[in-house]
């Protein structure tokens, strides 16, 4: 059984490894080519400005995406650096980033970097559909018909994409740590022993999950579309750019109301679209893959205890 007064924690797959975050930390661990575990650890800066958009409902979905951008960044980098790298040769990573100097990522930052990709990609999967949708005008016109036939392609390119990028062999482990990630937390908020046997049993879906969150702009974009006209092309184009931070923040408060009622037996079927595109989104892990995203875990929750003292 579940407690209800459970510290929430959230995580993230990255390369060979996995990522968890919690209140005042990020810890990630990844398999080395030697087959050890090696960690990296980000203390969570607390801004006072973000901390209070975090508390006002339809703020702070926009603000949990850029904080969950900015911080997987960096350990999506570190584990990106040292993927294929003999450990002895772990000097030649520091002997890069000496020559990266200079460049733009330099400038920008890597956190930069991460939100901007985000907004771009946002603003492309947004912008296609709606291009698309505007051919179809003489067979779908009214607006009604539009956003439907916008939303479907929006769904369409979302499923195509992800399974297409599914089937190469580096996305498919990430999407089998991504499951060993969601077994974990199943695990902890569960209350089961942190072992490989027990974190297997687990499932490898969560109603907390960022693809579910992403199927949801989908579904609540296409209802809060409904509202506006679709017709200029040019302020359709427009309204949709002005409204990707409202989808966010719907969204996001559809994704953490599908979670709290997740035990509802009658509303626990409002998470179960997301919960179904987790299923191209994360595959079956190995125990290898397993321990882990349990060292991981597990080195999240010594630090922040060691934080405490």
């Not at 661990?29 to 339809?58: D, G, V, W």
């Not at 974190?199 to 949801?216: D, K, P, W």
């Not at 595959?283 to 893959?289: A, L």
Request: hydrophobic share 45%; net charge positive; glycine share 6%.
């Amino acid at each position: 059984m579940r407690e209800k007064n459970k510290a929430v924690y959230g995580g993230q797959a990255i390369v060979e490894g996995v990522m968890f975050g919690g209140k005042t930390h990020t810890v990630s661990a990844i398999r080395r080519t030697n087959e050890e575990i090696q960690y990296y650890e980000e203390p969570i800066h607390i801004n006072r400005t973000m901390q209070k958009l975090k508390k006002i409902p339809f703020v702070r979905g926009v603000v949990a995406i850029i904080q969950a951008s900015i911080n997987g960044s960096k350990h999506l980098n570190y584990s990106t650096e040292r993927y294929g790298i003999d450990p002895k040769d772990d000097e030649k990573i520091a002997i890069e980033r000496e020559k990266q100097k200079g460049t733009l990522a330099t400038y920008l930052g890597l956190s930069l970097l991460a939100v901007l990709s985000f907004i771009v990609g946002k603003v492309i999967f947004t912008l296609v559909p709606v291009l698309l949708a505007a051919t179809l005008k003489p067979i779908f016109e009214t607006d009604f018909q539009q956003v439907v036939i916008e939303s479907i392609l929006k769904l369409g390119f979302l499923l195509i994409y992800i399974y297409l990028v599914s089937l190469t062999p580096f996305i498919k482990r990430v999407f089998m740590y991504h499951g060993a990630e969601h077994k974990v937390i199943n695990a902890y908020e569960n209350n089961i022993p942190l072992t490989i046997e027990g974190v297997q049993s687990q499932s490898r879906l969560h109603y907390r999950c960022g693809s579910s969150f992403i199927l949801f702009t989908v579904i609540v974009g296409m209802f809060i579309y409904f509202l506006v006209p679709t017709s200029p092309l040019w302020l359709r184009i427009v309204d949709r750019l002005l409204l990707i931070p409202v989808v966010i923040g719907v969204s996001f408060e559809v994704l953490q109301l599908t979670n709290k009622v997740r035990n509802v037996p009658i509303l626990r079927w409002v998470g179960y679209p997301g919960l179904w595109l987790q299923l191209l989104t994360t595959k079956e892990p190995t125990d290898d893959q397993v321990e882990v995203s349990i060292a991981s875990f597990n080195r999240l929750l010594e630090v922040e205890k060691n934080n405490k003292n």
